[in-house]
């Protein structure tokens, strides 16, 4: 008797123990409940100002960035197929990103179809203070990736390129162009190829720093077309610096590789 006594004051007691963590949490679930109840509509309206500046403290000019694809793993991304965007090139809320000086000798030219790429030339344009001009065309790519992989092809295949919707300024006090794209099927998405079928002549003598997201492939031939377009337009006697090449969904984590590739664009000559 006295043994299944003692038997059940030991379960009691453990018993006790195993509650006293449930039972923390629950005392710390209701002093947090309590607090943010007794929150002042000033405090709540601070903390809550709080969580919006970090969800929008990429900017462009003065404007949000917004990349859907930022966080994702490269299985959930699916390494770029099905990105979706805002159908207007990242301009449905934007005005497309022109901030130019009298002078700078730098200046980054880019386009983003899904705010990748307009984030890493933002990250750029914070360490180098360059102008800033986003290639537009006249009929934005579509939100629905399905649509735009549809549409890119058949401009591929026709070598049909989009119609540009910008007045393309005079490049001739620039003495760096960083060049930033998004690689579409391992090569030079459309606009970019558009753009540098158009003002790539402004170019000659220049020094070109490419940079790029892809979805796992690299910078494919990218380049390569870049130097092909320079030499038929009569962009010649061009110094190329290395590529910097980021995923498209982890550009958010790439200030420091953008800061050691800008230190090698300074010493290429």
């Known amino acids: 008797m006295k043994r299944r006594s003692l038997v ?9 123990v195993a509650l006293g963590g449930g039972l923390v949490n629950v005392v710390k679930q209701h002093e947090t409940a309590t607090s943010r109840r007794a ?7 601070v903390a809550s100002t709080s969580k919006k500046t970090k969800t929008s403290q990429a900017e462009i000019a003065g404007q949000s960035i917004k990349a859907p694809q930022l966080g994702k793993s490269a299985a959930a991304w699916q390494n770029g197929a099905g990105t979706v965007s805002d159908g207007h090139d990242t301009n449905q809320v934007n005005q497309p990103t022109r901030q130019l000086t009298k002078t700078a000798k730098s200046i980054i030219i880019y386009y983003s179809r899904s705010g990748s790429t307009e984030l890493l030339a933002s990250k750029i344009a914070q360490q180098t203070k360059a102008d800033i001009l986003e290639i537009v065309v006249k009929t934005p790519y579509a939100a629905n990736y399905s649509a735009t992989l549809a549409r890119a092809n058949s401009e591929r295949a026709a070598q049909d390129y989009p119609t540009l919707d910008l007045v393309i300024p005079d490049l001739a006090q620039y ?12 090569t030079l998405s459309h606009p970019m190829t558009a753009f540098l079928e158009k003002a790539g002549g402004q170019l000659d003598q220049k020094k070109i720093a490419p940079f790029m997201t892809q979805g796992g492939y690299g910078e494919g031939d990218s380049v390569q077309q870049i130097r092909q377009i320079l030499t038929r337009v009569g962009g010649q006697n061009n110094r190329f610096t290395r590529a910097l090449v980021v995923d498209g969904n982890k550009v958010d984590q790439a200030d420091q590789q953008v800061a050691r590739w800008i230190q090698q664009v300074d010493q290429t000559n």
């Not at 059940?8 to 006790?16: E, F, H, P, Q, S």
């Not at 929150?39 to 309206?45: G, I």
């Open 39 to 45: 929150q002042t509509p000033r405090q709540a309206l």
């Open 8 to 16: 059940l004051i030991i379960a009691a007691i453990i018993g006790l």
């Open 175 to 186: 003495r760096t162009v960083y060049l930033g794209y998004p690689i579409w099927a391992m």
